[in-house]
Nanobody, 128 residues
Framework: DVQLQASGGGLVQAGESLRLSCAASGITFDDYAIGWFRQAQGQEREAISSISSSSDRAYYADSVQGRFTISTNNAKNTVYLQMNSLNREDTAVYYC?????????????????????WGQGTLVTVSS
């Protein structure tokens, strides 16, 4: 079974940076994407970034474009989310998830297409 484990959350000051990691295991197919989602307290879950398994395409939501960077280390089966210039609005529980067969949908579909496998969340708190 596919398993995802997110880590790297913590408490930072506004303007600082943080890097989240998503370690994946049990993937036996080639066509997929790993995405990052976040959910702030009392708000709906937000799709913020995703990357294809070939690592040649990435998607960013407008809210994080230019501040967050998604990348992969295929040797370690890990996807990273580098978050720079953090602000209080970035405070949320961050989740990584995997969508099998992403080529049918496109990376931007993460806003509407359900992802298949989910890791546990990691809390990011940004203080001012």
């Amino acid at each position: 079974d596919v398993q995802l484990q997110a880590s790297g959350g913590g408490l930072v000051q506004a303007g600082e940076s943080l890097r989240l990691s998503c370690a994946a295991s049990g993937i036996t197919f080639d066509d997929y994407a790993i995405g990052w989602f976040r959910q702030a307290q009392g708000q709906e879950r937000e799709a913020i970034s995703s990357i294809s398994s070939s690592s040649d395409r990435a998607y960013y939501a407008d809210s994080v474009q230019g501040r967050f960077t998604i990348s992969t280390n295929n040797a370690k089966n890990t996807v990273y989310l580098q978050m720079n210039s953090l602000n209080r609005e970035d405070t949320a529980v961050y989740y990584c998830a995997l969508k099998q067969g992403i080529s049918r949908y496109g990376l931007g579909s993460m806003k509407v297409v359900p992802y298949d496998y989910w890791g546990q969340g990691t809390l990011v708190t940004v203080s001012s």
